[in-house]
Nanobody, 122 residues
Framework: QVQLVESGGGLVQAGGSLRLSCAAS????????MGWFRQALGKEREFVAG????????YYADSVKGRFTISRDKAKNTVYLQMNSLKPEDTAVYYC???????????????WGQGTQVTVSS
């Protein structure tokens, strides 16, 4: 089992930036996908970005392409989500998760963090 802890959320004005971190511990596998999801109030959880732990290939939801960047530091067992040009529509609880498959379907992600709140004003 992998344990995940998110950090870096907060309140930011529209157009600003935040960097989320997800620290992983426990059993991790190089072939896994590390992903970021978000859930806004009254909406379903949606895929934001994913990265292959070993090779570093990245995947993004259309809504965040060009604004968000996912990366990982294998030595630190940490994944990041750099969020630029933030919009009020980005307001949500952001979750880090892992999956053994290349997928954007939350059902295939078996390990989840507790989540960190991101609020974008204006």
């Amino acid at each position: 089992q992998v344990q995940l802890v998110e950090s870096g959320g907060g309140l930011v004005q529209a157009g600003g930036s935040l960097r989320l971190s997800c620290a992983a511990s426990g059993r991790t596998f190089s072939g896994y996908v590390m992903g970021w999801f978000r859930q806004a109030l009254g909406k379903e959880r949606e895929f934001v970005a994913g990265i292959m732990w070993s090779g570093g290939s990245t995947y993004y939801a259309d809504s965040v392409k060009g604004r968000f960047t996912i990366s990982r530091d294998k030595a630190k067992n940490t994944v990041y989500l750099q969020m630029n040009s933030l919009k009020p529509e980005d307001t949500a609880v952001y979750y880090c998760a892992t999956s053994p498959q290349i997928t954007a379907n939350a059902a295939y992600f078996s390990s989840w963090g507790q989540g960190t709140q991101v609020t974008v004003s204006s």
